[in-house]
């Protein structure tokens, strides 16, 4: 089959990998896609978050299955018109990615459905959002309701980081995402992100991991899209997942499904463990980039498999060859990220890598110049490496890095410290 993949992160190209791993792919096309995609596949400039000019693209290139990568094209609406033109898609349909669009939609539906979450009050204003926070005090956590590039959220120690946060959004910070705001109960615990296929009436465990999201070693500085991943998460045991199953995902399912918008796809839940007890921190309506890099070097093949069986409503019938193995992945940003940084610097040593099943380096911002590698995003490589063991993934990944020469990227040197 003809199939093209939407994005052009390092969720992309491991998605790509994977794909053509699987015989039933016999033509695949990326879009936009980046440098490493474009070894292994097609790449094609599009504007993916343009239902119509996806839809067209889709037709003219005689496409049999699209894979959404991003969440930008889901809240666009490129799904429903795909389906509409009769395209088989994997991804939720507008109305269904609202979970990752809307705080506020995400936490009606998980009342509604019984799912525990941190307590919650939304505001449309500054004033009584800042009198709320002086009656509760710290901490608490501050969200824009939309999409804010993973920027609309403030954990805030203090009361005066939480008047400051209301303060920047309710001023404009992040346009009419920040239009409504949400004050939410602070939640202890160990993070933790499961992944779930859901077909609308389905639902199929594939994994779980880990990000690290500060951007330097002891979870010291800023925010970013995320340093490094592993798969499996060791704090999200099998007795914590399946209570995850049961009183989170699938009671979410059930109230999506009842209000006419079944979601399908996959679903990550961010959740928080706590005295052994998980609660939801967020929905997103995609795979976690970094985490999906360690999924599908776990997955292989497979994944195009489960992909196809969760748009064709098949996943009863589906299952997961798991192997008892573990994936580690280590993302190279450009100094500075997430603040400013430099483009255009070039990167050597690539070449010299093996890629095997069990080792790739995924690219994110890169784009090739005259034969040469170079660095044209924040997250530019996610050297990724499988094991018998997590220790063994992550000897092989850092062994890996140390021979990719770029003195103006860094990259965090304790991924997997948790669970090690
Ligand atoms: P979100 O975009 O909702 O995932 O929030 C980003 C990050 O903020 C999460 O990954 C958590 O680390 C943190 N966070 C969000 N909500 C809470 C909460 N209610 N309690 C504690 N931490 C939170
Ligand atoms: N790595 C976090 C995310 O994809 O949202």
Redesign the pocket.
């Known amino acids: 089959m003809n199939i093209l993949i939407l994005g052009s992160g390092g969720r992309e190209h491991s998605l790509a990998w994977a794909v053509l791993q699987n015989p039933k792919c016999d033509r695949l096309i990326v879009a936009p896609g980046n440098a490493g995609i474009d070894q292994i596949a097609d790449c094609a400039s599009l504007d993916v978050d343009n239902p119509s000019a996806v839809c067209d693209f889709a037709v003219e290139n005689l496409i049999d299955f699209v894979i959404v990568g991003p969440e930008a094209p889901l809240a666009a609406g490129v799904v429903d018109m795909l389906r509409n033109a009769g395209i088989l898609v994997f991804g939720p349909t507008q109305a269904a990615a609202q979970l990752e669009a809307s705080?506020t939609f995400t936490k009606e539906v998980c009342d509604a459905a019984g799912a525990p979450t941190?307590a919650w009050t939304r505001f449309t204003e500054a004033a009584p959002a800042r009198d709320y926070v002086r009656e509760k005090g710290a901490p608490v956590?501050v969200?824009a309701d939309g999409l804010a590039a993973?920027k609309?959220?403030v954990?805030a120690m203090t009361d005066g980081d939480a008047l400051a946060a209301i303060d920047h959004m309710f001023d404009g910070a992040f346009g009419a995402a920040g239009a409504e705001v949400v004050i939410?109960?602070?939640?202890?615990g160990e993070?933790a992100s499961f992944f779930v296929l859901c077909d609308g009436d389905t639902c199929l465990p594939i994994g779980t991991a880990q990000d690290h999201?500060r951007a330097y070693d002891g979870d010291e500085g800023p925010?970013t899209g995320g340093m490094g991943a592993y798969s499996p998460a060791p704090v999200l045991t099998d007795a914590i997942a399946q209570a995850a199953l049961d009183q989170i995902i699938r009671p979410t399912m059930a109230e999506m499904k009842r209000r006419g918008t079944p979601y399908t796809g996959v679903l990550y839940a961010?959740l928080?463990i706590h005295d052994g007890k998980p609660r939801l921190?967020?929905y997103n309506a995609r795979f976690g980039d970094p985490e999906c890099q360690v999924l599908m070097m776990r997955l292989g093949g497979q994944a195009l498999d489960l992909m196809l069986a969760c748009a064709e409503g098949r996943l009863a019938d589906a299952q997961v060859n798991w192997a008892n193995d573990h994936a580690l992945t280590v993302v190279m940003a450009a100094q500075g990220y997430p603040g400013g940084y430099e483009k255009g610097s070039a990167i050597a040593g690539l070449d010299a890598l093996p890629e095997t099943s069990s080792q790739m380096v995924f690219h994110a911002g890169t784009t090739a110049r005259d034969g040469q590698i170079t660095a044209t995003g924040g997250r530019v490589l996610n050297v990724t490496a499988r094991g018998a063991t997590l220790q063994e993934a992550r000897d092989q990944a850092y062994a890996m890095a140390s021979h990719i020469e770029w003195p103006e990227g860094f990259f965090r040197t304790d991924i997997g410290w948790r669970a090690l």
């Not at 939410?184 to 202890?188: A, D, G, I, P």
């Open positions: 705080k941190a956590v969200k993973g609309g959220v954990v939410e109960e602070f939640m202890e993070e999201k925010n961010g928080m921190v967020e």
